[in-house]
């Protein structure tokens, strides 16, 4: 299982990357601890099969079980995650792929999806992931315009990764150990 507190891994296996990409869906807009053990319970007939997650998402969907499943399992939005799980499958070697097509490819993951799964998969990019948590925190510096949630403006993103990414080059850290350090601040779920 997933654990939310520790998810950057750059040497991960094909079955953990096709899970991580499902974990960074199933917990967009939702505590990351209580959506890791139901992605568990949905992996457990990968487990017993000793096949990947996208190899059992396409079995499930081959025999028209694929929603049953996710709804059996609590993994909702159950349409919109059935549509993610759908697009997910077609994706090419995670090791390779890129931000634009995580993002055009797969319906439901957007600018914060894409960036979290390749952020922690990927010890090269280092770009934000911008957040309720970094929303608040630029709010504590002083940035009372910046938004309550992530920008889902691909231009207001920008604007804020950039603002973010020169706050980190100031403090002397990568975007990502800025990242880290806001999320346990301000996180309940960090350890």
Do not use: C
């Not at 094909?14 to 992996?43: C, D, H, M, T, W």
């Not at 890129?98 to 999806?113: H, I, S």
């Not at 309720?132 to 009372?144: A, L, N, V």
């Amino acid at each position: 299982m997933i654990n939310p507190a520790e998810v950057k891994n750059y040497n991960r296996t094909q079955f953990e990357l096709e899970e991580f990409l499902l974990f960074g869906i199933n917990v967009a807009g939702k505590k990351s601890s209580i959506e890791a053990p139901k992605l568990e319970r949905f992996l457990r007939g990968a487990r017993q099969l000793e096949v990947t997650p996208f190899e059992w998402i396409r079995l499930l969907i081959k025999d028209g079980s694929l929603l049953d499943s996710l709804n059996a399992n609590r993994i909702s939005p159950y349409r919109m995650r059935y549509n993610s799980y759908i697009d997910v499958v077609k994706l090419g070697d995670l090791s390779k792929v890129t931000l634009d097509e995580l993002e055009e490819q797969v319906r439901g993951v957007g600018l914060k999806t894409a960036r979290f799964f390749l952020s922690n998969t990927r010890a090269d990019f280092d770009e934000p992931m911008l957040d309720t948590h970094i929303m608040s925190w630029f709010r504590d510096q002083g940035h009372t315009d910046a938004p309550e949630s992530t920008p889902q403006n691909e231009k207001v993103y920008a604007f804020w990764a950039n603002i973010f990414k020169k706050y980190a080059k100031q403090l002397g850290q990568s975007v990502r150990e800025l990242d880290i350090q806001i999320w346990k601040e301000y996180s309940n779920t960090a350890g």
